[in-house]
């Protein structure tokens, strides 16, 4: 029993040997890895493919979001999240946002009284903001999106 102590233990250090070393590895290759996502991002960003994979991904958002009548604070995050996952960093400014958040209101049968409610909270006093809202509202077609 003595001597298969040692060989399993020598055994064992070679194995986590290995995963050491494959670790280093992967996080040494990572900068490289993470340099070509966010190149290949960055040209995402600019396509009209991203501007609607995007636009779709904040009206799922904004629908799910609705019917669930989470907590306004939680609906900021969360798009902030979407918006980070597409590679849109000042999602505030975006107009495609707000297109999708009103295609969202939609979507969930938000009443016309009640997105004069969700315009006045999203855009405030941005009536560029506001339109793109209702723009996303009345652009929607359930079914045809």
């Known amino acids: 029993m003595r001597r298969r102590?040692?060989?399993?233990?020598?055994?064992l250090a070679l194995t986590a040997g290995c995963s050491i070393s494959e670790s280093i590895s992967k996080s040494?290759?990572?900068p490289l890895e993470?340099?070509?996502?966010s190149s290949a991002s960055s040209s995402r960003s600019s396509s009209p493919e991203r501007g609607e994979a995007y636009r779709d991904d904040v009206?799922?958002?904004?629908?799910a979001y609705v019917q669930s009548g989470g907590q306004f604070d939680q609906f900021n995050?969360?798009?902030?999240?979407?918006?980070?996952?597409?590679g849109v960093s000042n999602w505030e400014s975006d107009s495609t946002t707000y297109v999708g958040i009103?295609?969202?209101?939609?979507?969930?049968?938000?009443?016309?009284?009640?997105?004069?409610?969700w315009k006045s909270n999203l855009a405030g006093s941005d009536s560029?903001?506001?339109a793109a809202?209702?723009?996303?509202?009345d652009s929607y077609q359930p079914g045809g999106k």
Request: zero cysteines; charged letters at 20%.
């Open 5 to 11: 102590i040692p060989f399993m233990l020598v055994t």
């Open 28 to 30: 040494i290759s990572s």
């Open 34 to 37: 993470w340099s070509s996502e």
């Open 59 to 63: 009206r799922d958002f904004t629908a």
């Open 77 to 86: 995050r969360g798009l902030g999240n979407v918006a980070a996952k597409h």
């Open 102 to 117: 009103g295609e969202g209101l939609k979507k969930a049968g938000v009443s016309a009284t009640a997105l004069t409610v």
């Open 128 to 130: 560029s903001k506001g």
């Open 133 to 137: 809202i209702q723009k996303g509202y």
